[in-house]
């Protein structure tokens, strides 16, 4: 999957952009828009940036599942070796921590996701923070992302391409 990035200074513009993107065939679901204010991205029926897009959510969950279960198994490993209660512990021990980890780590990592933003989009905040729109067009294969660069070509004049992701992955 490929992911484009656009920069463009009004609705207006990104409107008429995204209704020939549909009119190409390319879903709604493929393309998003980030604005200053996501309400008037809204209004305008066009789509706007879901909090997984716009945060870094899935990416510091998936990081803080990761090192929960890390930290999870070391726990267990030590309350297996100290054995504080005589009793020989087993797996089961290693399997509740772990998990226990897991989801910890998973939920400790979300909520700081929630509180960043996207790490994907941290070279276009400025511009969109000055006014300019964000747009974010994913093409499944390479016909698809031809016929995107193909439009956006005839829209160079309003629409800059400011960069291009050919493996995006939102866990990265």
């Not at 305008?44 to 969950?61: C, I, K, N, R, Y």
């Not at 009793?87 to 509180?115: H, K, M, P, Q, Y």
Request: proline letters at 3%; hydrophobic letters at 45%; glycine letters at 10%.
């Amino acid at each position: 999957m490929k992911r484009f990035y656009y920069l463009m200074p009004s609705l207006p513009i990104v409107k008429g952009i995204t209704e020939e993107l549909r009119i190409a065939g390319i879903n709604e679901n493929r393309l998003c828009v980030l604005g200053q204010n996501p309400a008037t991205v809204v209004q305008a029926h066009v789509h706007a940036a879901t909090t997984w897009e716009e945060t870094d959510v899935l990416h510091s969950g998936f990081l803080g599942a990761l090192i929960g279960t890390g930290f999870g198994l070391l726990l267990g490993l030590v309350i297996a070796a100290v054995s504080l209660l005589g009793n020989r512990l087993d797996s089961e021990v290693l399997i509740a921590t772990s998990v226990f980890g897991t989801c910890f780590g998973a939920w400790l990592g979300g909520i700081r996701g929630l509180s960043s933003r996207n790490h994907h989009l941290q070279p276009y905040l400025q511009r969109v923070d000055e006014g300019d729109y964000l747009m974010m067009v994913d093409a499944d294969d390479d016909q698809q992302a031809e016929q995107i660069s193909r439009i956006m070509a005839r829209h160079s004049r309003d629409a800059e391409a400011v960069g291009q992701e050919d493996f995006f992955r939102p866990f990265e």
